[in-house]
């Protein structure tokens, strides 16, 4: 079963810096990588969709990129702001569907 | 892109009771709809997967009898917990995909319930 793993669980980082989030996965037969963003007691807001083929997606100050025969993608945020405080997911889905897989997310606080 | 309505955003329920819960697609029509269930400071996992006229398949540990999936058209999906106790407080939220273009290539969520049962 595919495992997704999101490393670090938190962080904590002064206004203006980049920062680098991770994400890894068990199984490489994806059809999808998702980075998604949780604020507190709030659903899901699409950041970037990667699929297969591609190896990275950039919007804004966000860029993922997907490395998909080592099972990783990266997160980086340029410029962070306080209104960048949030949980950010990773989510693959299998190569048979858009059932996703997600990670236990990455707790960031964005200190002005 | 598509939108996916969830409702009701937060309900709180007395042990025993029923609650429903409803993932809408807005503008395009959802053949298959997955709901997921996230417990404080864990990530979402998947309950179940249903398409559209077809029974839902369940995730392993998840009660089917307890957990109703009603997936009755293309644009609507219900979950409802029945006979609901305190462990299943929780906030579930839903997704779609569709057919063709973008719809078949990504997954759009719902905005999530919060159910508290008391």
């Known amino acids: 079963k595919q495992e997704v793993t999101q490393i670090p669980a938190a962080l904590s980082v002064p206004e203006g810096e980049n920062l680098v989030l991770n994400c890894s996965f068990t199984?490489?037969?994806?059809?999808?990588l998702q980075w998604f963003r949780q604020d507190p007691g709030k659903g899901l807001t699409s950041l970037l969709l990667i699929q297969s083929s591609q190896r990275e997606q950039t919007s804004g100050r966000l860029n993922a990129s997907l490395d998909k025969s080592s099972g990783r993608s990266t997160l980086y945020i340029a410029a962070s702001q306080p209104g960048d405080s949030a949980t950010y997911l990773c989510?693959?889905?299998?190569?048979?569907?858009?059932?996703?897989?997600f990670g236990t997310g990455t707790s960031l606080t964005v200190i002005p | 892109g598509a939108v996916v309505s969830q409702h009701p955003s937060w309900v709180i329920c007395k042990s025993g009771t029923s609650v429903k819960i409803e993932c809408r697609s807005l503008d395009f029509q959802a053949t298959t709809m997955f709901w997921y269930r996230q417990f404080p400071k864990q990530s979402l996992m998947l309950m179940a997967t249903s398409n559209e006229g077809s029974k839902a398949t369940y995730e392993q540990g998840v009660e089917k009898d307890k957990f109703l999936i009603n997936h009755a058209s293309l644009t609507l999906s219900t979950l409802t917990v029945t006979s609901a106790h305190p462990e299943d407080s929780s906030f579930y939220i839903c997704?779609?995909?569709?057919?063709?273009?973008?719809?078949?290539?990504?997954?759009?969520f719902g905005q999530g319930t919060r159910l508290t049962v008391v």
């Open positions: 989510a693959v889905s299998s190569n048979t569907g858009n059932q996703f897989y």
């Open positions: 199984d490489s037969a994806i059809y999808n």
């Open positions: 997704s779609a995909t569709g057919a063709g273009s973008y719809l078949n290539t990504e997954a759009f």
